[in-house]
Each structure stands twice: as C-alpha cells, then as structure tokens.
C-alpha cells in the first residue's frame, strides 16, 4: 500500500533539503525550487489525500491546499525533521480537518451501535461489482473507500505513511490501545473486503 516519492540518490538531482534551501532564499515571484518540489512529491501526497479522506473528487484539491499551506509554512519550517515528514504531518492535519468537517464524519467508537450498524463498515453490492473491473491500486481505493473513516484512517497512517502508534494516538486525539486496537480491526477488515475483491475478480 505504500507509495514513495523517487529517491534524489542521482547527484544532479538535488536532495529535498538542498530544495527547501533555495526555495527559502528565493526571490518573490522565483518558484523554481518549490516547483521541484511539488513535481516530486504530489503524486504521493495526491494519492494519500485519496486514501485518507475516502473521496478520490476531493483528493486533487487537498493535495493542492496541502502544497498552499507547505508554502506558506516554509519559512517556519526549521529543519529539525526532513521535509518529507514535514509534508506528511501537514497533510495528516489537513486531511484529518477535511474529515472533522465533513458532514456526518465522525472518528466513532467501535463499540458504539451507530459504528457497528454502519452502512459505511459493509461493501455495496455496486462497489463490488465496479472492483472486478478495476487495476489492484483502484481496488485497494475502493476496499479503503468502503471502511469507516475511523479503521481508514489509523489503518492508512500506521502502513502507508508510517506513522508511529503513539503519533497516530496523538493525531486523532484517541489513546494507544484504542489506536492499536483501531489498526488491528482495519488490517482485518482490509484483508476480508480485499481478499472478496479479489473473488469477484476470478469469478
């Protein structure tokens, strides 16, 4: 489920840091560096938008209120962490608020009737039939598409952007065993709904 940015291990391809740097001391109007920047990293950060929010319509323009925020923030951004993390963290923030905000989302608890008896937590017969005729990266949008926003999100920050246990806690402002517990049912949940896709596949 992970995607990457191309690493910069070719050295006429400056690394993120030496970027930032320029883009830093740039003159107004001289968007080169950060260009770069955004050119190497949106896919990814597109893609994770998607994977976050469950809404592939809305994933291009969080990605590019993402890259906004990012380049506003660049001169407060001090280097204690690489770039790329720094990215990471303002695109969780972000997503997550485009979550919070969204009508009738909510990080429900697990045990409450409202999440178990969820229409979201079970697959539309419409989605399964539209995975048979999808590439495996649609298909894992659509299984994740298809979960609660509270077993996605934890789920897509612990394997797709490798958040910690305890970030992850601290992100959606929940404990850590209800965090670990959150990933384990969404892992489960993940290999039942994609394991049914890939069946209807071979059917």
């Not at 045990?111 to 999808?134: G, H, L, W, Y």
Request: proline letters at 4%; hydrophobic letters at 35%; aromatic letters at 6%.
């Amino acid at each position: 489920m992970s995607h990457e940015p191309e690493s910069s291990t070719n050295p006429a391809i400056p690394p993120d840091e030496d970027l930032v740097a320029r883009a830093k001391k740039a003159r107004p109007g001289d968007m080169r560096a950060f260009t770069v920047l955004i050119e190497r990293h949106q896919d990814s950060v597109q893609t994770n938008c998607r994977y976050l929010s469950g809404n592939s319509a809305d994933a291009e323009d969080l990605a590019q209120e993402v890259f906004v925020r990012v380049f506003f923030g660049l001169k407060r951004f001090e280097g204690r962490s690489s770039f790329r993390t720094w990215l990471r963290t303002v695109k969780t923030n972000h997503c997550i608020n485009y979550l919070k905000k969204r009508k009738g989302s909510a990080f429900l608890d697990l045990e409450a009737p409202a999440a178990r008896d969820s229409e979201n937590v079970r697959v539309q017969p419409v989605a399964e039939r539209n995975i048979t005729r999808e590439t495996q990266r649609n298909r894992i949008q659509s299984v994740l598409r298809a979960m609660p926003d509270s077993l996605r999100v934890p789920l897509v920050l612990r394997d797709m952007d490798g958040f910690s246990y305890n970030e992850i806690a601290r992100e959606l402002g929940i404990g850590l065993s209800a965090t670990k517990m959150r990933i384990k049912r969404g892992r489960e949940m993940f290999r039942s709904l994609h394991a049914g896709a890939d069946a209807g596949v071979e059917a």
